[in-house]
């Protein structure tokens, strides 16, 4: 043990005096500073949109107030009028932003058919979301390995290059102390970078310091864990500097990079998603061709599903409103089935997603990630589903007026259901994502235990 302590002392001394290293060290904390920030300007752009949404919605109040003096049909407010579905982001999004570049921060709704306003999203620059978002997951996910390699590839090839290794091993000092040294001190080093990241980005943010925290934290130094492990797996083989360099970045190549696209692409060619578009051209094929369809046969097919209704008046003659949102909702239950089917789908797929990235732990640590932070492809898939419930109570809310004859009052919008979502973190795909990275980093210790046993005659 002393002759630990010693040796990390002049790790330490050695780490001042290498500028090399001092530098990488400071890189990758303004790197991870950037991320921090980035990922909460990012979320505090969607937030700003979401606050100016409750402003929109009170002035289409009034230009309803405006358009219709008295009190009006229904059918005209369900038309013209427009309320929201928020995805509110937690603190944690910040940090991980996951789906949240890519999917909508909130849904205009509308009284017509709900299937063709699901899945509308804003413009975006299909460059950004190629290359995604630079928050504090990307800086751990991708920047944190090759950290890592650049202060760990030559863990005992410099002390050989050098010529110190031998005279090192002339004292009374095992290899596996000194090996053990190095590997130790690094970790220190990791650990106190990630640590000094993660709590300025749950100061900086204000991400509650909660169960999250612990996995966050967790779940990152596993995954440094792996790539220390690497490093020495590599650098137990006795080469030299150079091919231990090129090696591990490699591996980062190969796991980072390739691995992450080969998975896609057998997730895209084993679990292909044609429900999407088929879903938005048969509803779209339905409600336009509800214009041409018999109003009598509509309104009794509409009564098959709203019994409650059926006395309503005839519909024949002169545009009514109650035929018009008759075909709309056939237009949605005419692919109700398909709707089923794609979530579906896109729930199969994510799940096929997590089982193949056991291969990949920078694609496992990113869903670990994501996950905490509520960011995943499983918590937007949640939002839509609220959404369309949403649609549903909207439905309720207003079929009364519009096939009872009711007028609306202006009055009557403050009775209008609101809907509000917030992801909660998902442990349960954390938990399991750690045990992943605790097994590849078990695999790697056995590795490097087994090449470093094999190596240690022609290292000394």
């Known amino acids: 043990m002393k002759q630990l302590r010693i040796l990390l002392h002049f790790e330490w001394l050695n780490f001042k005096t290498e500028k090399s290293i001092v530098a990488f060290c400071l890189l990758m904390l303004l790197c991870g500073f950037y991320g921090i920030f980035s990922g909460n300007h990012e979320i505090k752009k969607q937030r700003n949109k979401i606050d100016g949404l409750e402003q929109i919605y009170k002035n289409n109040i009034a230009e309803m107030a405006e358009k219709f003096p008295d009190s009006a049909d229904a059918g005209d407010i369900g038309y013209y009028h427009s309320a929201f579905a928020i995805n509110h982001p937690d603190n944690w999004a910040a940090l991980a932003i996951g789906q949240r570049d890519v999917s909508p921060a909130y849904l205009k709704i509308r009284l017509l058919a709900v299937q063709n306003q699901l899945y509308n999203s804003e413009n975006t620059n299909p460059l950004k979301l190629a290359t995604g978002s630079f928050d504090l997951s990307f800086v751990m996910v991708f920047l944190l390995p090759l950290f890592i390699i650049a202060i760990s590839f030559n863990l005992l090839s410099a002390e050989k290059e050098q010529g110190t290794l031998r005279l090192l091993l002339a004292q009374p000092l095992k290899l596996s102390t000194l090996f053990l040294a190095k590997i130790l001190f690094r970790f220190m080093l990791i650990a106190a970078i990630v640590l000094v990241l993660s709590l300025t980005a749950l100061i900086w943010t204000g991400a509650a310091a909660d169960l999250r925290a612990l996995y966050w934290i967790f779940g990152v130094l596993l995954y440094a864990i792996f790539w220390l492990g690497a490093s020495c797996a590599v650098a137990a083989m006795q080469r030299s500097s150079a091919f231990n360099a090129i090696t591990l ?203 470093f046993r094999s190596n240690t005659q022609e290292l000394k």
Do not use: C
């Open 249 to 451: 970045l490699g591996v980062w190549l190969l796991l980072a990079v390739i691995a992450p696209v080969l998975i896609n692409a057998a997730i895209d060619i084993s679990k292909p998603v044609q429900e999407g578009l088929e879903l938005t051209m048969v509803q779209r094929e339905a409600v336009h061709g509800g214009w041409d369809k018999p109003k009598t046969e509509t309104m009794e097919r509409f009564f098959k599903y709203y019994p409650q209704y059926s006395n309503t008046g005839s519909v024949e003659g002169d545009f009514k409103w109650k035929w018009y949102y008759a075909f709309q909702e056939l237009g949605d239950r005419s692919v109700e089935r398909l709707y089923q089917s794609y979530r579906q789908k896109m729930l199969d797929r994510q799940t096929l997603a997590s089982n193949l990235s056991i291969v990949s732990p920078p694609a496992k640590l990113q869903e670990v990630l994501n996950g905490i932070a509520g960011t995943d492809l499983q918590q937007h898939l949640d939002f839509i589903a609220g959404t369309k419930t949403y649609h549903e109570k909207l439905k309720a809310f207003y079929y009364p007026y519009l096939y009872n004859d009711r007028a609306f009052q202006h009055a009557d919008f403050s009775k209008e259901p609101r809907y509000s979502f917030k992801a909660d973190p998902d442990y349960t795909k954390a938990g399991s994502g750690m045990l992943v990275l605790l097994a590849s980093n078990l695999l790697v210790l056995i590795l490097t235990m087994f090449i």
